[in-house]
């Protein structure tokens, strides 16, 4: 059976007393929304800086490793030692430190905490502080150039030139590559950008000998003035729209697409108690409708934070070592602890994550990228509130019971608005239009009694 040619990508609110913590970070970390919940999902990290650049490229390819086959256009021929193949465990450490997060806080005690407030006010106050000859006779013909080849753990792997797109469309095809229809014109459009093709396939003798029963990820090192990542070869032969996570590791702050709009996911929403229970369900139809309300044509970010710590963490800050794998060349070596630990501390990393569903109709574009001086943190974070259930009475305590159910409503509305959700049945499942209070009162119901 051929190779099926795996495009790259597929390829791969309440009263002030009891929210003035809500917009800061922290919080009990309970939970993530990791990769994993999406469908033909691809990862690619990016490490640049002085248009030196690494990436590692993941797949979710499913079926007969003999059938995989990944190109992708690159800026140069690549030597040997310019390609590796990566430790998907690095790959997995860094989506599970980036991804979308559930936080828990708790209700201090209304009565205690206006006491300290009443305090903390007045202090304030005071202080205000090698080919046959046949076959490169073929290469010839079609305008094809093999310029280098090598096997590169269980990976054998081509760069390619062509003098035109259908000849190496054709090429290809007669090299075992299943070339969706309408390759062409995507291929000249690289050729006509003076790029190469990354080829490569899996050597089943290599990969026995190795004893990998999964494909790992393949790295590429390469100098370019060009900060981008091509797409649209992932989008001919697609069925369907695609998932992208983009890690982007740089040195100067937070990295945006310039030539699509580069959105940040609703963030610090406090939303109903039950979620706890099904956040992956949340956090896919809320990204679901964002992109609807981009019109299917927006890149989004999910994280964006200096690598030397997190609040909450959904998993520890990569090590020096891990970076390093990731392609971080900058960094000079750590001598202190890692804020919380005693790992090694990265040094000028900055990671931002930005999370894409493509097709080709919405993304016509390969992805623009332009690293930006911002280095405020960010991070998809929802917030589930549990409310104080203790008897103190202080006029505090009355005023926050008061507010309790508005919270609700509000929790309520944040939920549907975000994700799409019944609008009743969130209010079932939370049990507030089982009791006469569950519908909140308009604010002119609420100044004459009837």
Not at 287 to 315: I, N, S
Request: charged share 25%.
């Amino acid at each position: 059976m051929s190779p099926v040619l795996v495009p790259l990508l597929t390829f791969v609110l309440s009263l002030l007393l009891w929210t003035s913590d809500t917009s800061a970070f922290c919080g009990f970390y309970v939970g993530k929304a990791d990769t994993q919940l999406f469908n033909k999902a691809s990862e690619v990290a990016i490490t640049r800086h002085d248009n030196k650049t690494v990436i590692t490229m993941a797949n979710d390819f499913k079926g007969d490793v003999k059938e995989f086959a990944m190109v992708v256009p690159v800026p140069t021929v690549l030597e040997k030692d310019q390609i590796h193949i990566g430790d998907p465990a690095v790959l997995k450490h860094l989506a599970d430190y980036s991804a979308p997060r559930l936080v828990e806080y708790f209700d201090e005690n209304p009565c205690v905490r206006y006491e300290l407030m009443e305090r903390r006010s007045l202090d304030m106050a005071k202080n205000m502080a090698p080919a046959s000859a046949s076959a490169r006779e073929r290469d010839t013909a079609l305008g094809v150039t093999v310029e280098a080849q090598y096997t590169i753990g269980e990976y054998d792997i081509l760069i390619l030139s062509a003098k035109e797109s259908h000849g190496l469309e054709t090429w290809l095809a007669e090299d075992g590559y299943k070339i969706p229809h309408g390759a062409s014109t995507v291929l000249h459009s690289y050729l006509k950008q003076d790029m190469k093709f990354f080829v490569a396939k899996v050597n089943l003798t290599e990969q026995s000998k190795l004893g990998f029963t999964h494909l790992r990820p393949i790295q590429i090192a390469f100098e370019s003035p060009k900060f981008m990542l091509p797409i649209r070869l992932g989008t001919i032969n697609a069925d369907g729209a695609q998932e992208l996570f983009i890690y982007t590791l740089t040195k100067q702050g937070r990295v945006e697409t310039t030539n699509y709009r580069t959105v940040r996911l609703p963030e610090a929403q406090e939303v109903p108690l039950y979620v706890k229970d099904k956040f992956g369900d949340f956090y896919r139809d809320l990204f679901t409708q964002q992109v609807k309300r981009e019109h299917e044509r927006g890149v989004f970010l999910e994280y964006a934070w200096d690598m030397t710590w997190c609040d909450p963490c959904a998993a520890n800050p990569l090590s020096a070592e891990e970076l390093k794998n990731l392609g971080i060349f900058w960094q000079e070596r750590p001598n202190g602890k890692q804020r919380g630990g005693t790992m090694p501390q990265a040094q000028n990393v900055f990671l931002t994550r930005l999370h894409v569903r493509y097709d080709a109709a919405h993304f016509p574009e390969d992805l623009m990228f332009q690293e930006t001086s911002d280095r405020n943190n960010f991070q998809a974070r929802y917030i589930l509130r549990h409310a104080w259930t203790g008897t103190d009475e202080c006029p505090a305590a009355t005023a926050y019971r008061q507010q309790l159910r508005e919270r609700y409503e509000h929790e309520a509305q944040t939920l549907a608005n975000l994700t799409g959700w019944n609008i009743g049945a969130i209010r079932n499942a939370m049990n507030l239009a089982s009791s006469p209070e569950g519908t909140v009162r308009k604010w002119y119901q609420q100044l004459w009694a009837n």
